[in-house]
């Protein structure tokens, strides 16, 4: 039977990566490798990959107080345009807490961006799209995005595929701008941090 159509190996592989992921996002600096195009139960992996991301960076990026309407309200993510990443997530977060809060996932259309959220993943590669969503998404926010010009238009992390391997730019600036401060930890992992407009 050939490797790539072997069930195990694939299943042995995909848990491989996802638990590389996990020692990535502790901030031990290693990278995954995690092959974008790859697919297990039904989600792509690069889906995968992200959803885990998302979710770990929530535990690295300071909300102010005013983010939140009280001490136990929760930490919303909203997910615009990746509606299988969105599942994948809910999946993720199921039953987890962050700094004692619950975590809801949300997936939102278009419309909706400028909904009080705490993380807003755009999803698409669109740039015009984007930039809309982006410019509509106000607030103490992590806005994360997956298109080329994603920090150019204001988003604060910006997935990027390197090497095959799913990997995140970071723009200060736009942390700044928001209202969120990340931790040291989140950017010594970064495949780039953006120190200012540019």
Same mark, same amino acid.
């Given at each position: 039977m050939k490797p790539s159509t072997n069930p195990g190996l694939r299943r042995s592989f995909s848990g491989w990566a996802l638990a590389s992921l996990a020692v990535l996002c502790a901030g031990i600096g290693l990278?995954?490798?995690?092959?974008? =195009?790859?697919?297990?139960?039904?989600v792509p992996l690069e889906r995968r990959v992200k959803a885990a991301f998302l979710y770990k960076f929530l535990g690295y990026t300071d909300f102010p107080a005013s983010a939140f309407a009280d001490v136990t309200a929760p930490l919303t993510i909203g997910v615009i345009g990746a509606d299988d990443l969105a599942v994948e997530l809910a999946r993720v977060v199921?039953? %987890?807490? !962050?700094?004692?809060?619950?975590?809801?996932? %949300?997936?939102?259309?278009?419309?909706?961006?400028g909904a009080r959220?705490?993380?807003? &993943? !755009?999803?698409?590669?669109?740039? =015009?799209?984007?930039?809309?969503?982006?410019? =509509?998404?106000?607030?103490?926010?992590? !806005?994360?995005?997956?298109?080329?010009?994603?920090? =150019?238009?204001?988003?604060?992390?910006?997935?990027?595929?390197?090497?095959? %391997?799913? %990997? &995140?730019?970071?723009?200060?600036?736009?942390?700044e701008r928001n209202g969120i401060k990340l931790s040291s930890r989140l950017l010594t992992v970064a495949n780039r941090v953006q120190k200012g407009a540019q």
């Open positions: 990278l995954p490798p995690v092959r974008a =195009q790859s697919a297990i139960a039904g199921a039953g %987890r807490t !962050v700094n004692n809060r619950a975590i809801e996932v %949300r997936e939102l259309r278009e419309s909706d961006a959220v705490h993380l807003l &993943f !755009v999803g698409g590669t669109d740039p =015009q799209r984007v930039a809309r969503i982006v410019h =509509q998404a106000t607030g103490a926010m992590l !806005v994360v995005t997956e298109s080329d010009n994603g920090l =150019q238009v204001g988003s604060v992390i910006n997935f990027r595929i390197v090497d095959e %391997r799913v %990997r &995140f730019d970071v723009a200060l600036d736009a942390a």
